[in-house]
C-alpha cells in the first residue's frame, strides 16, 4: 500500500513543501529512503525502527521504500522522521489513510518514540497556512511557536503514540493571547541615566534612534561606549506584530530551541570580534544558517572594537548595509536572508587606546594608529552615518555626577519625531536613513543659508555622493526632532560634526 504525509525542507529562511511517500512492497526486509536525503535523514532508519518497537508497536517485516518529492530538492535534518514513521504506519495499514490528508508534520524522534524540537516550524507553519492544510502536526516544544500563525489548526504531541492519538481525536493548540505579545519584553538594564555626561554620545544616539542611522563610536576605554550602544533598542519603537514574526522566523531557522512567545522589544547582537566572515553574514557548509546580521534583523547589530574584527570580515557588511538582505551563492543552490539591522560600533582611537586623551600618554605611534585603522575600509566607514567621539570624564565629572534624563524622556521627544515622519509619508515608522536621492530632495527643502553652507562642506569635506546623501539624511532627522519642516543652516551644521572621524581616524 501507498502513503502519503506531507512535510517541509528549510531553503534558507523559507519552507517549501515536501511530499513523503511510503510504499511497502514484496522482498528481502529493506528499508531504503531516496529523494536526495543528507545523512541526517539516511539515519532516520535506525531511529524510526527504534521508535515504533520501544512505542509498543510491532516492527515492520518488509520491504519498505520511502521517497521524498520533490526529488531535486536536498533534504536535511532529522525533521522528516515523524511524517516517515506515520506515512510508514498508513502504508502498513495500522493507521487509516484518512487521518494524512490534508496533514503536515514535522519533528524528530527519539528511539524511545519521543518527539524533539526542529528548526524552522514558524516557516513550516506559514508553508502549510498558505497551502490549505488542513493540520500541522509538531512536538510539543514547538507547538506555542507554530500557533502563532493564525488560520491554521496545530496539533503538538509528546511522543509517537500521542501524535496518532491526536490524529484520531485532535486538539488543536490554543492560539497565543494578544495581549502577551506587548509584555514580553527583553530587559537589558541599561538606562541613560546611568551614563554620566556624554552630551554629544546621548544627542548623537537620539538622532540614530530617531532615523534609524548606522552609527560608530570612537573613545578611550571605560568612556561608556557600550552603555550607549546597549541603551539603542530600548530608544526605538517596539516591534510590530509583523516584524516580530519575521525576527522568530529567522531565529527559528537558526536555532531548533524554540522561544516562550513573540517579544515586542528588538534584537540586539553583539559577536565578539573573533568571529568568522560566515557566523557574521551567514553560510556555513554544508547548510548556510542565517549569520548575526540576520539575527538581528528589524534590531541592533553591536560590533565592539571594529578594527579588530579584520578587514576581510568587516567588508562583507557592505553589501547587507545598503540592500537590507544577503544573498549567499553556493553550486547547488542560491538563498536570501533578510538583514535590515541597525549598525552600532565601537573602536578605541589607537590599539593602546589613549591617543589623543590629556591624561594618559600614547605609545603607538602614527604609523600603528594608521595600521590599526587600515582594517575598517573607506567604503565601510562611507556607510556609517554618524562618526561620534566618546570622551573619556574628567574627576571632577566622576566624583560629582549630574542628573541625566533618563530613556523615558528621551523616547518621548522621539515619539514626536516619529509621528512627524510617518505623516510626512503616509506610513509608519519609516526611517529616513532609507531615504533615496529622490525622496530626500523632496522631503528635504534648503534654507538659502544651508545651501550655501552644503556647498562648502562638501568642497572641504572632499564628500562621495553617498556620504552626501548621507550627510542629508542626517539632518533631515536633526529637522525632524526640532520639528521642523525646512533644514536650516544650524541642522545641518550639527549634521556635519558627525562626520569629522572621517578626517580623524583615516
Known amino acids: 500500500m501507498l502513503a502519503r504525509c506531507t512535510s517541509a525542507a528549510i531553503v534558507g529562511v523559507d519552507a517549501c513543501p515536501v511530499v513523503v511517500e511510503a510504499d511497502l512492497g514484496p522482498g528481502l526486509p529493506a528499508f531504503q529512503i531516496v529523494g536526495l536525503p543528507d545523512t541526517a535523514v539516511q539515519e532516520s532508519r535506525e531511529r524510526i525502527r527504534s521508535a515504533l518497537r520501544n512505542s509498543g508497536q ?37 493507521i487509516p489513510l484518512t487521518w494524512l490528508e490534508g496533514l503536515w508534520a514535522t519533528g524528530e524522534l527519539g528511539l524511545d518514540g ?6 524552522g516550524v514558524l516557516a513550516m507553519a506559514e508553508a502549510a497556512r498558505a497551502a490549505g492544510a488542513r493540520h500541522l502536526l509538531v512536538p510539543k516544544e514547538n507547538g506555542a511557536e507554530a500557533a502563532q500563525i493564525d488560520g491554521l489548526s496545530v496539533l503538538a504531541a509528546a511522543d509517537l503514540n500521542e501524535a496518532q492519538e491526536q490524529l484520531n481525536n485532535p486538539q488543536p493548540q490554543p492560539a497565543p493571547d494578544p495581549g502577551c505579545f506587548s509584555a514580553m519584553a527583553d530587559e537589558f538594564g541599561f538606562d541613560l541615566r546611568d551614563l554620566q555626561g ?145 549598525l552600532v560600533a565601537a573602536a578605541n582611537p589607537c590599539p593602546c587606546g589613549w591617543w589623543g586623551d590629556p591624561v594618559h600618554s600614547c605609545s603607538c605611534g602614527d604609523a600603528v594608529r594608521r595600521r590599526y585603522w587600515r582594517q575598517v575600509s573607506g567604503p565601510l566607514l562611507d556607510r556609517i552615518d554618524l562618526h561620534v567621539p566618546v570622551r573619556r570624564l574628567s574627576p571632577m565629572e566622576v566624583s560629582r555626577p549630574v542628573a541625566a534624563e533618563t530613556t523615558a524622556q528621551v523616547q518621548q521627544r522621539l515619539a514626536i519625531s516619529r509621528r512627524n515622519t510617518s505623516q510626512r509619508f503616509g506610513r509608519q515608522l519609516f ?56 533644514i536650516e543652516a544650524e541642522h545641518l551644521a550639527e549634521a556635519a560634526t558627525y562626520r569629522s572621524c572621517d578626517l580623524d581616524v583615516t
Not at 519521543?114 to 528548526?119: A, D, G, I, M, Q
Open 114 to 119: 519521543s518527539l524533539r524540537p526542529v528548526r
Open 431 to 486: 526611517d529616513n536613513h532609507l531615504l533615496d536621492s529622490r525622496q530626500l530632495r523632496l522631503c528635504s527643502p534648503l534654507s538659502n543659508a544651508a545651501r550655501q553652507l552644503l556647498d562648502r562642506l562638501a568642497d572641504r569635506l572632499g564628500l562621495s555622493m553617498r556620504s552626501l546623501d548621507r550627510l542629508m539624511r542626517v539632518a533631515r532627522t536633526i529637522a525632524d526632532l526640532a520639528d521642523s519642516e525646512r
Open 58 to 94: 510491532r516492527p515492520l517485516v518488509s520491504r519498505l521504500t520511502v521517497n521524498l518529492a520533490p526529488a531535486a530538492l536536498r533534504k536535511q535534518g532529522p525533521s522528516f522522521d515523524l511524517p516517515m514513521a506515520l506515512a510508514l504506519q498508513a502504508a502498513a495499514g495500522r
Open 198 to 342: 556624554q552630551s554629544h554620545g546621548r544627542r548623537a544616539l537620539e538622532i540614530a534612534a530617531a532615523g534609524g542611522h548606522h552609527m560608530l563610536l570612537v573613545g578611550p576605554p571605560g568612556c561608556g561606549k557600550s552603555v550607549l550602544a546597549r541603551c539603542l533598542p530600548d530608544l526605538l519603537p517596539p516591534l510590530s506584530m509583523e516584524e516580530a514574526l519575521a525576527v522568530r522566523r529567522v531565529h527559528s531557522v537558526a536555532f531548533a530551541q524554540p522561544e516562550a512567545g513573540l517579544r515586542n522589544q528588538r534584537p540586539f547582537r553583539a559577536p565578539h570580534h573573533s568571529c568568522t566572515p560566515a557566523a557574521l553574514v551567514g553560510g556555513g557548509s554544508p547548510h548556510p544558517l542565517p549569520g548575526e546580521i540576520s539575527l538581528a534583523h528589524h534590531g541592533v547589530l553591536f560590533l565592539d572594537e571594529l578594527p579588530e574584527f579584520g578587514r576581510h570580515c568587516l567588508d562583507h557588511l557592505r553589501e547587507p548595509l545598503e540592500q537590507g538582505a544577503i544573498d549567499i551563492a553556493r553550486a547547488g543552490q542560491r538563498l536570501r536572508f533578510p538583514c535590515q539591522f541597525q
